[in-house]
């Protein structure tokens, strides 16, 4: 089955400090990828959506300039948490649309960043 | 807005009960809901999806219905076992998109 690959699974990085996150779509091509973030015992809340070749759209309340999202193929993109504070410590999870497979949604495995 | 609430939060029960979760959503406009499990710590595991012109969707002990007028999703699980501990989510998917709005969750405990 199609397979959606997050990378790092784990990151440890001091405040102050930028973090990027790959998503990869491995056996599909996604024009569309979602950025979501989960705080420790809440639900997933919507980041953005990465549009391949085009701007990101972010939800309201996510600050575009602290979290840059690049979709710059049609299998990856990245997000960065930029100058990180302990703040910013959470589960980040992406998914990816299949246009080809019925636009079925396929999430990544998440990504978990800590601050210090 | 979409918003979603799901209940009961949590649910502890002994094994093989019959359980029901319940979802639901203020904006009926939805394109498809899918029903996901999330175990601690990890991912999202798609268990269940329905679209926006289906009523139900079956896969082994797992049965999901979705009332769309009113907007209510429920996801009933046959024999309850150990592993079917975990967090399940709700998210129904506004328009033809795959942008998910995440109930909180109801996280269940199935004690041997």
């Known amino acids: 089955g199609a397979v959606v690959s997050q990378h790092p699974s784990r990151v440890i990085c001091k405040s102050g400090t930028s973090v990027k996150i790959e998503c990869r779509s491995l056996d599909f091509q996604a024009t569309t990828m979602f950025w979501y973030r989960q705080f420790p015992k809440q639900s997933l809340m919507l980041m953005a959506t990465?549009?391949?070749?085009?701007?990101?759209?972010?939800e309201q309340g996510v600050e575009k300039d602290k979290f840059l999202i690049n979709h710059a193929s049609l299998t990856l993109s990245t997000l960065t948490v930029t100058s990180a504070h302990p703040e910013d410590s959470s589960f980040y999870i992406c998914?990816?649309?299949?246009?080809?497979?019925?636009?079925?949604?396929?999430f990544g495995e998440g990504s978990w960043l800590t601050v210090v | 807005k979409q918003e979603v609430t799901q209940i009961p939060a949590a649910l502890s029960v002994p094994e093989g009960e019959n359980l029901v979760l319940n979802c639901s959503f203020t904006?009926?406009?939805?394109?498809?809901l899918q029903w996901f499990r999330q175990d601690p710590g990890k991912g999202l595991t798609s268990l269940l999806l329905?679209?926006?012109?289906?009523r139900e969707q079956t896969s082994g002990r797992l049965n999901a219905s979705l009332d769309k007028s009113s907007g209510r999703s429920t996801l009933y699980i046959a024999a309850s076992q150990p592993g079917d501990s975990a967090t399940y989510l709700c998210?129904?998917?506004?328009?033809?998109?795959?942008?998910?709005?995440f109930g909180q969750g109801t996280t269940l405990q199935v004690k041997p």
């Open positions: 329905i679209q926006s012109s289906q």
């Open positions: 990465s549009n391949e070749g085009s701007k990101a759209t972010y």
């Open positions: 904006d009926s406009a939805i394109y498809n």
């Open positions: 998210a129904p998917a506004s328009g033809n998109t795959g942008k998910l709005i």
């Open positions: 998914s990816a649309e299949a246009p080809d497979l019925r636009n079925t949604i396929y």
